[in-house]
Every structure is written in structure tokens, then in C-alpha cells.
């Protein structure tokens, strides 16, 4: 393996070996000691970004750091520990694509409220058939 590049960005991680040392520090993972961890690595995750968002002007890209991609890492960290990597990365194709369909969407709302004096309640509700055609034109032609 050596001098080649994995495919697979998850080789480093032996699963076996983690999910032995999960059973060992947990026992047996219950629903409400996955939603306790995915709580946890969430709180940290989103605590990091946020950090990272105040080092930037303006302060408003704290709240673009601190929302989704601490929600993605923690759901993903858990999705790999629990179900593989092949799920997590089905997981994290869908994640894309639902965020190149929110830029999409985002895009679309804000150029319309920019350029007309429209009420945002009605352009927000009116676009998501565009948000919809985006998500599910990426699921069509990539994920399915």
C-alpha cells in the first residue's frame, strides 16, 4: 500500500478495534447512550466551529460554522462506529447533495428579495419546488 493513494478515506480507522473499544468503555450502545455521544460529539463539534467562525469578519460566519457541519461530523463519526463506512458514505453523498441544493435554493431567495420588494415569507415558500427539483434531479442522476 505503500506509495498509492486509498480510495477509501476511512483505511486508517481499524472498525473492529473501535467498535471493540466502544463495546468496552459503553457496553452496549442503547438508543439513549447513541443520542447521550451523538449529543456530546455534537456539543464539541459545535463549540470548535463556532470558535472558528469568531476568528472570522463578519461574525455572522460563526453561525455558518457552528450549525451544520458540527450536526454532519457527529453524524457521521456515529454512522461509521455503528453501521460501517459503506452507509457513511452513502450518508455523506446525501449530504452534498442536500447542501447543493440548499446553496440552490439559498441563491435563488436571495437574489429575489435583493432585486424586488417582495414579502420573504412568500419567496421562502414559493422556491422550495426549486429546492425539491435539485434535491431530487441529484438523487435521480447520482445517488440512486
Known amino acids: 500500500m505503500s ?26 450502545l442503547s438508543p ?9 460529539i455534537g ?3 459545535v463549540s470548535g466551529f463556532a470558535l472558528l467562525g469568531d ?6 460566519f460563526a453561525g455558518l460554522f ?7 461530523l457527529a453524524t457521521l463519526a456515529l454512522t461509521v462506529a455503528s453501521d460501517g463506512r459503506i452507509y457513511a458514505s452513502t450518508e455523506a453523498n446525501s449530504m452534498m447533495a442536500g447542501a447543493i441544493a440548499f446553496f440552490a435554493y439559498a441563491t435563488c431567495v436571495s437574489r429575489i428579495l435583493m432585486r424586488g420588494r417582495f414579502k420573504a415569507l412568500w419567496v421562502t415558500v414559493s422556491s422550495l419546488p426549486l429546492w425539491a427539483a435539485v434535491a431530487f434531479g441529484l438523487w435521480a442522476v447520482w445517488l440512486r
Open 32 to 40: 439513549m447512550k447513541l443520542i447521550l455521544i451523538r449529543f456530546l
Open 3 to 28: 506509495g498509492q493513494i486509498s480510495d477509501n478515506y476511512f483505511d486508517f480507522v481499524d472498525l473492529q478495534a473501535l467498535r471493540a473499544l466502544a463495546g468496552q468503555c459503553f457496553g452496549r
Open 66 to 72: 457552528g450549525a451544520a457541519p458540527s450536526v454532519a
Open 55 to 60: 476568528l472570522f469578519k463578519p461574525k455572522s
Open 43 to 45: 456539543g464539541f463539534a
